[in-house]
Structure formats: C-alpha cells, structure tokens
C-alpha cells in the first residue's frame, strides 16, 4: 500500500505514514472547520494497513493546537490503531508547560487501551 | 477570511508578549468562538450578500485576555445554548473534564460538523465562569453576546 505524505499547513498538521516502517507522524496544528475531510483518508489508511501491520507500529503525535472538530476525529484514528492485533505505541508530545496538551493526551490515554507516552519538549518552532 | 483573522489574532498574541501557556488558551478559545460564529450565526434575511453581525474581539489587559463574541440567533436557539453555559458555569474544572471525556466517546457530528465540545472546551481552557447576554432584536432573533476570560 502506498505511504501517505501530507504537508502542514495553517490549519493542518503534516503527516507522513510510512508502511515499511511501521511508523506514523502528524505534527503541527490542526484547527481546520471541516476535520473530517482532513482525516477520513487518515483513518482509512489505518483500516487498511491493520489488514497486514507490521510487528511494531509507532504514532509520533506532536500538535501545537487542535480544535474540537479534530478531537473527535484523532479519537477515531486512534480507535483504528487499538484494533490492530501487533505491537502499537503512542508517543504523544507536548510543549512545556502545556498542560492542557499534556490533559489532552491523558484524556485519550484514559480512553484507548494503548500505552501513550508522554514526552515533554522544548516549545515548537 | 478565517485564516487572515487567525493569522493577525496570532501576530498579536506573540506581540502581547503573555505567557505562552495563556497565549495558546486564548488561541484555542479564539479557534473555537470563531468556529461557532460561522457555524451558528443565524442572519437577518434582510441583510445584504457578505454583510454579517457578527463580532469577534479579543482584549488584552493587565489581568489577562479577554474574548467576546456577538451574533444573531433564533429565539428557538436561545434556551439550550442558556441551559448549557449555565450548567458549564456551575461545574468545577474535574466535573469539566469527565464531561469532555464522555462526550468525545459518545458525541457525533452534527450537521454543522461541529463535535458538541465547543463550549466545554472554552470552559475548561478558561476556567473562569463565562458571561453572556441574550438581547431581543425582533420577534424571531436575539443577539448573543459571550464574553470569557484568560490569565
């Protein structure tokens, strides 16, 4: 299946899905009106590739901001992850001092039953 | 025309030179207001193509920052969005947040595309009580005025 490569822009964050690698990105901020349209292809892509996952898979997640409309979504594309039988980790980043990003990925690890790890970093670019 | 606002809204936050951790509250609660200004505006049909009501400010002072919005809504609009705040205003931030949780489990989209959390997310982000007003226009519209703060 082919690898998904999306670049950032204002309101959406980037993201690169790669097969072979097992490993997912998205990174940036994610505030679009219409997030469903945004990640519907993402969560599809998910559904196919738990059809033949590798033996580990790795979602970086780092997002400066996100809007209500993606929250719903995000849940989703994790809920898609969670089916996968394989060996699954989220590592869900923060900016210092952003304890409302840092709540935000304990809501969804309280949620999903995959372990999210929360790794603090320096404020992003 | 979003994208503009968001993008001066953000130069100004960065110029204000706030703590980053307010600055990003006051830059979510601004996405999410504007969102809900597009999403449920309900204009006088006598208005003219790309005129609107709609007001959005953001206010910043020596306390913190500021956010009101004002626009035209049905009456029939006017009691679930006053049930809503005022349940929001009695809870406290833990309350908030197992709210968040099970709506975003159990919430769907609504026809707007909205998940249902608007509100609660400027709740939470703010943890201040919200203010807000509804004033009579005519017979069948009312302005909603919301105002909250961040510090």
Known sequence: MEDIRIEGTPKTPSVVFDTKGGSLEIKGRSIPENSIEFYKPLIDWIESYS????TKTILNIQLEYFNTSSSKCILDLFKKLEAINNEITINWYYEEDDEDM???????????NIPFKMIEIEEMG | MLNALLEIAEQKLHVIGCETKTRKKAFNILVECLQNLFKHSNEHPNLQEGESTDIIMMLAGDDGIRIATGNTIDKSQMRPLQERLEHLNKQGTEVIRK?????????????????GLGFIDIARKSGKQMEYCFSPLDDERLFFTFNVKVS
Not at chain 1, 102 to 108: F, H, K, P, Q, W
């Open chain 1, 51 to 54: 059809q033949a996952p590798q």
């Open chain 1, 102 to 112: 840092l709540e935000a990925g304990e809501d969804y690890d309280a949620i999903i």
């Open chain 2, 99 to 115: 709210q968040y949780q099970e709506r975003l489990v159990d919430g769907k989209f609504s026809e707007e595309g909205g998940a």
